[in-house]
């Protein structure tokens, strides 16, 4: 042995000697543990909010879609009601029962028509 260091993962059987190491790990640094705690919150926020904003996005999309549909049904409904003379437009009320439409009645539906789609529609 004289000086030469020999390594080995069995410990020698005739010699003596001294293990050397720690007994245990020592700590983590207090403020790496604050800052890496800080950094995960911070990276987990971004993330939260990223996926917050593709869910609105998503949810605006739909709205649009839903609003456009919407505006198409009352621009039709009011495209109908302009091209077609008064007295032969047919209207089922709830209980079933139809009924011929007067012109104070369209009229009146016609505005309430332009005023929806004019506070609804682009």
Request: proline fraction near 5%; hydrophobic fraction near 40%.
């Amino acid at each position: 042995v004289d000086g030469d260091v020999h390594y080995s993962d069995k410990a020698p059987a005739d010699v003596p000697f001294k293990m050397l190491g720690m007994e245990h790990t020592p700590p983590l640094d207090v403020e790496f543990q604050r800052r890496l705690a800080a950094m995960s919150e911070f990276t987990d926020s971004k993330i939260d909010l990223r996926k917050r904003g593709e869910q609105a996005a998503e949810l605006n999309a739909a709205l649009a879609a839903a609003l456009e549909q919407d505006c198409a049904r009352l621009r039709d409904w009011q495209a109908r009601l302009q091209h077609r003379p008064g007295p032969l437009i047919l209207v089922v009320d709830d209980k079933g029962n139809v009924e011929r439409m007067n012109l104070t009645e369209k009229r009146d539906k016609l505005a309430s028509l332009q005023s929806q789609i004019s506070a609804q529609c682009k």
